[in-house]
């Protein structure tokens, strides 16, 4: 079941760059974007990353931080973020805890992986609410960049 908008965002450890974990209820105190996206490398997940990468100035001006996660290992996603240029965190949901926990699981994506995240992205308020909801089924759709940036203007 997918956590919906009111609702409090789930708990879940994901890992950073630093092989460090990341608990959701740490990111608390400014607005989080939290972009899922499914493989790192891949055609729409690059533009989309690339996309957040080119409008960072305006989440920051909004006091808000942005977060890409996939189930990458955070080795890939380390040399995503170099090859890209990406200068926010991307935290690896190796385990599936995160997008289990949100509801975003894809278990068995063409059949190649052991389970991805699906093209999602959550607005998490100050406090950790989710203010704000996006999901696909088709992994090649890119976000409502525009929506997300007014989720995290009314947030603020």
């Known amino acids: 079941m997918t956590i919906e908008v009111g609702q409090q ?23 989080a974007v939290l972009a899922f996206f499914p493989a790192a490398f891949t055609g729409t997940c690059t533009k989309e990353m690339c996309r957040f990468r080119d409008d ?36 690896s949901d190796f385990n599936h805890q995160a997008m289990k926990a949100f509801g975003v699981y894809d278990a068995a994506f ?20 989710v203010v704000y909801r996006w999901l696909s089924d088709k992994p090649g759709t890119e976000p409502p960049y525009e929506e997300v940036q007014a989720a995290v203007a009314k947030a603020g």
């Open 9 to 31: 965002a789930p708990e879940a450890v994901l890992v950073n760059g630093d092989r460090k974990a990341v608990k959701i209820s740490e990111l608390r105190g400014k607005t």
């Open 56 to 91: 960072l100035s305006r989440f920051a001006s909004l006091q808000a931080q942005v977060y890409g996660i996939s189930a990458d290992t955070p080795f890939v996603l380390n040399e995503f973020a170099k090859a890209q240029q990406l200068t926010f965190p991307l935290l």
């Open 110 to 129: 063409i059949g190649l992986l052991d389970g991805i995240a699906k093209r999602s992205v959550f607005v998490l308020d100050k406090n950790g609410t």
